[in-house]
């Protein structure tokens, strides 16, 4: 279960017209990162949940994709994590199945995780990450035999009990299913894990190992970016720190310093100077503008001679004069 839901309001404007799963990563959309993991780790089989332009996903992606057989389940409204797999009940039944959030960029070891699930026979096993802001995220507590003991979504500093932290990456056990409500919104993190915990419900967690990385601030979603360029996430890209996509143009004057991703059909004008800038496709920079840490959407614009603020962001067909 890929949940694929989420609105990425935190990357707006970049996201009104572009769904999270959809944003690029190095050129091609984060969703097809994530399946293109699964379908190494063995996985042949998805549902994904969808809700904000949700109609571009399957138009890109059909119903198989890498040799993933793809489900797709639409939400009238947001369900949330639990709520958003509860709904694609009927392509979970039979046994032990992966949840995985998808607004993660991920390169991990997902068999380590399933071969520990059906050793430890607990109602679901949470793989963990030591995160280095415990307070913006899920944070688990748990045993010397790895049994959770303790999980509180996002704590205030002065109740941070722990390093380990949620990663977004589960394998329930179905007949957790049960104890998801159909009719109301619900979370895993704030709702259904800590009701598990009260009722005695053994849950294990472990450490996820590899690469994770969220993608949901705009210092995040270019980290994962910079990530994958070098080759963190398996494939390498570009010893010098620039990806140019097909048909991208780059003026033989303009000067692209630091680390550039230029999507498909971008341009770049003549003595433009980009530094560590993310264009999505068919954006264009006119000649002499100057632009630093800025991300342009799908035929963003940034006219000549413009000096566009540090670490803007521009929606897509969005102008910068």
Not at 25 to 38: K, N, Q, S, Y
Not at 43 to 70: M, W
Not at 268 to 282: E, F, P, R
Request: glycine share 14%; net charge negative.
């Amino acid at each position: 279960m890929i949940l694929a839901a989420g609105e990425g309001t935190r990357l707006r404007p970049l996201t009104l017209a572009t769904p999270k799963p959809m944003i690029p990563i190095v050129g091609r959309p984060l969703l097809a990162w994530t399946l293109h993991w699964l379908a190494g780790e063995g996985v042949t089989e998805a549902a994904i949940n969808l809700y904000h332009k949700p109609q571009s996903i399957p138009d890109y992606f059909g119903s198989d994709y890498c040799g993933v057989r793809l489900h797709y389940f639409y939400e009238e409204t947001l369900r949330g994590t639990a709520g958003g797999v509860k709904g694609a009940e009927s392509a979970l039944r039979g046994g032990p199945f992966f949840v995985i959030y998808g607004d993660n960029l991920l390169h991990a070891d997902l068999r380590t995780l399933w071969d520990y699930h059906r050793a430890h026979g607990g109602a679901a096993t949470l793989a963990l990450f030591a995160h280095p802001n415990p307070s913006a995220a899920g944070i688990v507590g748990r045993d010397s035999a790895g049994r959770i003991t303790r999980f509180v979504e996002k704590p205030p500093p002065g109740e941070v009990f722990s390093h380990e932290a949620n990663a977004g990456v589960y394998v329930l056990d179905d007949a957790l299913l049960e104890h998801i409500g159909g009719d109301v919104a619900s979370d895993f993190g704030r709702d259904i894990f800590p009701a598990l915990l009260a009722q005695g419900v053994p849950l294990y967690g472990t450490a996820l190992g590899g690469y994770i990385q969220d993608t949901g601030t705009p210092d995040s979603y270019r980290q994962a970016n910079w990530d994958a360029l070098g080759g963190k996430v398996g494939a390498h890209y570009a010893d010098n720190g620039v990806y140019t996509g097909n048909g991208a143009q780059v003026h033989p004057t303009a000067l692209l310093r630091g680390r550039s991703i230029l999507g498909a059909g971008t341009q770049v004008g003549a003595h433009a100077v980009l530094t560590d800038c993310i264009l999505w496709d068919n954006a264009v920079v006119e000649a002499g503008a100057r632009l630093e840490r800025v991300i342009l959407g799908n035929r963003a614009r940034v006219r000549a001679g413009a000096q566009v603020p540090k670490d803007a962001l521009l929606g897509d067909n969005e102008t910068a004069a």
